[in-house]
């Protein structure tokens, strides 16, 4: 016996793979370049050169540059939502932003931002229990008496952590540099993240304890799909006025880094489908691959909370993959996706596909799909009272309420993807939609 069958479809072609320069390869994009220093704390005067330096790599590398010393940008995360990557250039104190601004910043993180630091922005907001939102997104804090090496140009010589990472392009191993080294003894009210992955480290500067070999760049995934970068380096004036060093290049590679979103594709996905057939689910996956090794097949019940069920060996070039769940038999809706590992160790994800199974009743009409501004959706009348959650590719709830006769919500300000509209009470229901722009 076999149910009847709503079979939803998306083809979604992603032009970015691994390897293209994401500089060079996709749209315009703007960076917000922010320099404020707190009343009080130390101000390295770097701002000018920092900005003409961005401003100069911008223009051979497709973006444009925002610049301000001023916090009232960041009074709506609309104000931030232009922007690919958010730099933090040599800000210094706790006092950069206040509690709406703080909001703002954290809310465009959620929704994809990216953030650069550099030197003195681990020299903001040192206190741990101020802001730790920030000293997450910026991955350390710097410790303090001695804060650095007592010699601003002490020479410094660092090794690639992460050695033909696209950031490290271009930067010789070792590295030699004067610079002003930080310090992050815990014991000193020092940090450094835990969840970040190191792509510098320096040798042994000294003889303190805090002298010994530590990271001094790094990188982070931003469960939001954006990425953090940071790095130590950056306290002389020098550094952003010298067009050939490789502090300009290591800074290049950051934006470009950044501004790729890491739930884009490193592959490109030419279909993914999942219909209903005889025997249960029917998944078939064709990619171009470009390096990924292997391939997991996920499948979820509700949307959000997804089981790997099945691993793929990748060849390079076209791959056409299929799998049939068996298991897949009772009403309701079935989730699927696939996952893989990026080059740097992130997890990325496919766009999710829903097979449901009728049997059960729906949630309602939702108009249009794909969304472009304005989500309609009218629910059936058996859901009108109840409460609503609207989540991410990845489970994450953006938006929840109750449900009137009819919800209509702006989605503008939503980074392009997939989205799942849950009902209270109706577990194992949801509605797929994909919102683009
Ligand atoms: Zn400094």
């Given at each position: 016996m076999r149910f009847s069958l709503l079979v939803v479809f998306l083809i979604i072609p992603f032009s970015l793979s691994w390897g293209q320069d994401p500089c060079l390869g996709g749209a315009p994009f703007r960076i917000l370049h922010f320099t404020k220093t707190s009343e009080g704390s130390f101000d390295h005067n770097t701002r000018n050169n920092s900005r003409a330096m961005f401003e100069a790599i911008g223009a051979a590398n497709n973006f444009t540059v925002t610049d301000t010393d001023q916090s009232d940008i960041f009074d709506q995360v609309s104000n931030l939502l232009p922007y690919t990557v958010i730099v933090f250039s040599n800000t210094t104190g706790s006092d950069l932003l206040n509690t709406t601004q703080r909001a703002a910043?954290?809310?465009?993180?959620?929704?994809?931002?990216?953030?650069?630091?550099i030197h003195a922005a681990t020299d903001a907001y040192r206190n741990p229990s101020t802001w730790p939102f920030y000293n997450n997104?910026?991955?350390?804090?710097?410790?303090?008496?001695?804060?650095?090496?007592?010699?601003?140009?002490?020479?410094?010589?660092?090794?690639?952590?992460?050695?033909?990472?696209?950031?490290?392009?271009?930067?010789?191993d070792p590295w030699n540099k004067e610079d002003e080294y930080y310090y992050w003894s815990e014991d000193r009210g020092g940090q450094i993240s835990p969840g970040i992955?190191?792509?510098?480290?320096v040798a042994k500067t000294g003889d303190m304890v805090f002298d010994s070999a530590r990271a001094i760049t790094w990188f982070r995934q931003l469960t939001g799909g954006g990425r953090s970068f940071y790095t130590a380096l950056g306290h002389n004036n020098g550094d952003y006025?010298?067009?050939?060093?490789?502090?300009r290049t290591l800074l290049r590679n950051a934006v470009c880094w950044t501004s790729t979103n890491s739930l884009l594709?490193?592959?490109q996905l030419l279909s993914f489908t999942a219909r209903s057939v005889e025997q249960g689910n029917q998944v078939d996956l064709w990619i171009s691959n470009e390096g990924v090794e292997e391939l997991h097949l996920e499948k979820s019940r509700d949307g959000a909370e997804f089981q790997n069920i099945r691993a793929f060996r990748l060849h390079e070039g076209e791959n056409k993959l299929t799998y049939l769940d068996?298991?897949?038999?009772a009403s309701g809706d079935y989730y699927y996706r696939f996952s893989w590992q990026e080059v740097d160790g992130a997890v990325a994800f496919s766009p999710v596909q829903v097979v449901r199974i009728k049997g059960s009743p729906s949630l309602g009409a939702l108009t249009p799909n794909p969304v472009t501004h304005h989500l309609r959706f009218v629910p059936n009348t058996a859901h009108v009272g109840k409460r609503y959650m609207i989540r991410d590719i990845l489970g994450r709830r953006i938006h929840s309420g109750w449900l009137d006769t009819e919800l209509v919500l702006s989605t503008d300000s939503w980074t392009q993807g997939t989205y799942l509209i849950q009902v209270e009470g109706q577990t194992g229901q949801s509605m797929m939609f994909l919102v683009q722009h």
């Amino acid at each position: 016996m076999r149910f009847s069958l709503l079979v939803v479809f998306l083809i979604i072609p992603f032009s970015l793979s691994w390897g293209q320069d994401p500089c060079l390869g996709g749209a315009p994009f703007r960076i917000l370049h922010f320099t404020k220093t707190s009343e009080g704390s130390f101000d390295h005067n770097t701002r000018n050169n920092s900005r003409a330096m961005f401003e100069a790599i911008g223009a051979a590398n497709n973006f444009t540059v925002t610049d301000t010393d001023q916090s009232d940008i960041f009074d709506q995360v609309s104000n931030l939502l232009p922007y690919t990557v958010i730099v933090f250039s040599n800000t210094t104190g706790s006092d950069l932003l206040n509690t709406t601004q703080r909001a703002a910043l954290e809310a465009y993180i959620a929704q994809g931002g990216s953030f650069i630091g550099i030197h003195a922005a681990t020299d903001a907001y040192r206190n741990p229990s101020t802001w730790p939102f920030y000293n997450n997104l910026v991955g350390g804090i710097v410790q303090s008496g001695p804060s650095h090496t007592s010699d601003a140009n002490y020479r410094g010589t660092m090794t690639h952590d992460v050695p033909g990472h696209p950031l490290l392009e271009g930067i010789e191993d070792p590295w030699n540099k004067e610079d002003e080294y930080y310090y992050w003894s815990e014991d000193r009210g020092g940090q450094i993240s835990p969840g970040i992955t190191s792509l510098l480290t320096v040798a042994k500067t000294g003889d303190m304890v805090f002298d010994s070999a530590r990271a001094i760049t790094w990188f982070r995934q931003l469960t939001g799909g954006g990425r953090s970068f940071y790095t130590a380096l950056g306290h002389n004036n020098g550094d952003y006025t010298d067009a050939s060093n490789s502090f300009r290049t290591l800074l290049r590679n950051a934006v470009c880094w950044t501004s790729t979103n890491s739930l884009l594709l490193p592959i490109q996905l030419l279909s993914f489908t999942a219909r209903s057939v005889e025997q249960g689910n029917q998944v078939d996956l064709w990619i171009s691959n470009e390096g990924v090794e292997e391939l997991h097949l996920e499948k979820s019940r509700d949307g959000a909370e997804f089981q790997n069920i099945r691993a793929f060996r990748l060849h390079e070039g076209e791959n056409k993959l299929t799998y049939l769940d068996q298991e897949a038999v009772a009403s309701g809706d079935y989730y699927y996706r696939f996952s893989w590992q990026e080059v740097d160790g992130a997890v990325a994800f496919s766009p999710v596909q829903v097979v449901r199974i009728k049997g059960s009743p729906s949630l309602g009409a939702l108009t249009p799909n794909p969304v472009t501004h304005h989500l309609r959706f009218v629910p059936n009348t058996a859901h009108v009272g109840k409460r609503y959650m609207i989540r991410d590719i990845l489970g994450r709830r953006i938006h929840s309420g109750w449900l009137d006769t009819e919800l209509v919500l702006s989605t503008d300000s939503w980074t392009q993807g997939t989205y799942l509209i849950q009902v209270e009470g109706q577990t194992g229901q949801s509605m797929m939609f994909l919102v683009q722009h």
